[in-house]
């Protein structure tokens, strides 16, 4: 987006000299030259704010190279998935995009040999995306149909929900600087959480056939 934003700036900055010459030259552009001008520098933020477009990571390639990257990852590649999610579990990830923009933030400058790095890709690297990904396999006519009184719809947003709440508590402690609690919550994670997170991947399951 930084890339993306200082093309913008640099072609609006181009756009206004070349007028400002065109302008020396030729003793004035007039009126049909500024809105030339405007023309051009409405198409070139148009044309620069859409185009290199982002691609989507693989989620095999989600959890590779440093943790920030990380991170910026997931969030590229939940967004993706918007499509395919119900309404209650789209407002969690956008909730959760929010999260991870600070997230990311308080990893800057972490060691990554910090027990706390690897539970943060525990959390972020593996368990958010697989739960998504264990619902987009679920096939759409199963997903508001009942497995043991709750349907995949429920599944997602509940377990969307505790990510939530987790990666908050992580923010929190990684602000105060406090990696050692932040260790000690990671070994937790899964027994604090039972059948929330305990697997990792979450597998969200559809309802069995009816015969």
């Given amino acids: 987006m930084l890339r993306k934003a200082a093309r913008m700036a640099f072609a609006v900055m181009a756009i206004l000299f070349a007028a400002l010459v065109a302008g020396l030259v030729i003793d004035g552009i007039g009126f049909i030259g500024l809105v030339m001008t405007f023309v051009a520098i409405v198409a070139a933020v148009v044309a620069l704010g859409m ?32 499509p395919a999610l119900p309404a209650p579990a789209v407002n969690l990830i956008d909730q959760i995009g929010v999260q991870l923009d600070g997230l990311g933030l308080q990893l800057e400058g972490i060691d990554p040999a910090e027990p706390a790095v690897s539970e943060v890709r525990k959390l972020v690297g593996e368990h958010l995306p697989g739960m998504v990904e264990s619902y987009r396999r679920i096939p759409a006519n199963l997903r508001r149909e009942q497995r043991e009184g709750r349907t995949a ?27 050692d ?11 604090k959480y039972g059948d929330g997170l305990e697997q990792a991947p979450l597998q969200l399951q559809a309802p069995e056939a009816k015969p």
């Fill in 51 to 82: 185009f290199p477009r982002l691609k989507v990571p693989d989620l095999a390639a989600i959890n590779r190279g440093d943790v920030r990257t990380m991170v910026a990852r997931t969030e590229l590649w939940l967004e993706a998935q918007r």
């Fill in 153 to 179: 719809d429920q599944q997602l947003t509940d377990g969307l929900g505790k990510i939530s709440a987790e990666i908050d508590a992580v923010t929190r402690q990684l602000a105060a600087g406090d990696l």
């Fill in 181 to 191: 609690a932040l260790a000690v919550r990671g070994r937790f994670l899964d027994y």
